[in-house]
């Protein structure tokens, strides 16, 4: 049995990659990036454990995709480190960026091979290029670029740890503590996604899967005499509104379920409770807002939606093309795929009794085709 753990750091916010994808959720095939790193190092079968450290609002999405132990990470690498090191149950550690995707496994093999020989090895490239300092060119040959992964003896990193000062690896911390340190070569392939053009750096990725993915949403709102109404992102003359926690957006909040329910996100309550103080009288335009940027993040584009709203009264036929355009703009699709359909239940049934309204929802995403970009 292995007395390795690996950590794999994917709770970063992605600022300098500067796209709506955060680059963990950029799909390789179906796989989210963070997935398809954390697989194919499981595959060299190195480690007992593997712990995966993500922003602790994407936990229970990734829980959808593997079963590995998810840990909420912190504002910054190192803060997100420590916490993943109070979960570590061996004597060794690796930690790799998830943002480091194309581990070979001989690299892997190499430093592993190396762990008794330091407190902390670690892959490095040397420099080809001349290297200036503020004023003054250095001596290249003294420069090392440093990579992950790094294998660290747990308990030394965990000491070097703590502490305030920021180091922006493993073996920098190692070592300020007074740790060893072994250099191993490193590849250009484990070559770091920062910025989009990185894209072009990491050969053992592939196209993300061209499926389209459909969901679909169903909600019912009941009137109450509160005299104003929200429907489809707009404001409907009426002497009467909807009972709801929220504005009472029905529309909305069926359209939101289909798209989460394209995505495999779970449904709106999941995200919005109704019982949340928060999303008291909540503008449904904002909650769906913060679902388009949640796709966004997690790598889905939209395609289109369909809504079709089925209310006796109030009339809508004038509202239709006003709530086309309004919830278009807010999915950042032409309006031309966003449809809104109207119809009455021929006066039968609750809606037909004019006790409220019900909308049936359709969507469409695809994966966000990042070899687009970079
Ligand atoms: N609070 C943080 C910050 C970073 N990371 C991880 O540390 C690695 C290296 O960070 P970087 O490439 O800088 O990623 P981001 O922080 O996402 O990028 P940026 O600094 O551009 O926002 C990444 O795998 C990232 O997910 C982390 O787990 N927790
Ligand atoms: C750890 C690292 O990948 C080694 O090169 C690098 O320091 C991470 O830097 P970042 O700014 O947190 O991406």
Redesign the pocket.
């Known amino acids: 049995m292995s007395d390795l753990t690996l950590i794999l750091l994917a709770a970063g916010s992605s600022s300098r990659f500067s796209q709506d994808v955060k680059k963990q959720w950029l799909r390789i095939g179906h796989q989210p990036l963070w997935q398809f790193v954390a697989q194919r190092l499981e595959k060299t079968n190195r480690f007992s454990q593997i712990i995966i450290v993500a922003a602790a609002d994407e936990i229970e999405f990734m829980q959808q995709y593997a079963s590995y132990e998810f840990i909420a990470g912190g504002s910054s690498?190192q803060e997100s480190l420590r916490n993943a090191l109070e979960h570590v149950s061996n004597s060794y550690v690796l930690v790799n960026?998830i943002?480091?995707a194309c581990i070979s496994e001989d690299l892997l093999g190499r430093i592993i091979d190396a762990k008794d020989s330091a407190d902390c090895i670690v892959p490095y490239l040397n420099v080809t290029d001349t290297i200036v300092y503020e004023k003054e060119t250095i001596d290249r040959e003294k420069v090392k670029k440093?990579?992950?992964p790094q294998l660290s003896k747990t308990a030394v990193l965990k000491a070097a740890l703590e502490t305030n000062q920021t180091y922006?690896?493993e073996s920098s911390a190692i070592v300020a503590h007074g740790g060893t340190r072994k250099f191993v070569a490193g590849e250009d392939d484990a070559h770091?996604i920062?910025y989009a053009e990185d894209l072009n750096k990491v050969p053992c990725l592939h196209t993300p899967s061209s499926d389209i993915l459909s969901g679909n949403g169903f909600d019912v709102h009941a009137f109450d005499d509160k005299g104003e109404m929200w429907l489809g992102g707009v404001e409907i003359k009426s002497d009467f509104g909807f009972k709801a926690h929220s504005d009472g957006d029905v529309a909305i909040h069926a359209l939101i379920d289909a798209l989460l329910g394209a995505a495999g996100m779970g449904d709106i309550g999941m995200l919005f409770p109704d019982n949340n103080a928060q999303y008291k009288g909540a503008d449904s335009k904002e909650l769906l807002k913060r679902v388009v940027t949640k796709l966004h993040n997690f790598g889905f584009v939209i395609i289109n939606a369909d809504i079709t709203i089925a209310a006796q009264t109030p009339r809508l036929a004038d509202y239709k093309q006003p709530m086309r355009t309004t919830l278009a703009a807010i999915l950042n699709i032409d309006p031309s795929r966003m449809n809104v359909k109207a119809t009455t239940t021929e006066r039968l049934g609750f809606i037909g009794r004019s006790e409220g309204v019900g909308v049936i929802a359709n969507a469409n995403l695809k994966y966000f085709n990042w070899k687009t970009i970079g």
Do not use: L, V
Request: cysteine-free; aromatic content about 0%.
């Open positions: 690498r960026d943002a480091r440093i990579q992950t922006t690896d770091k920062t």
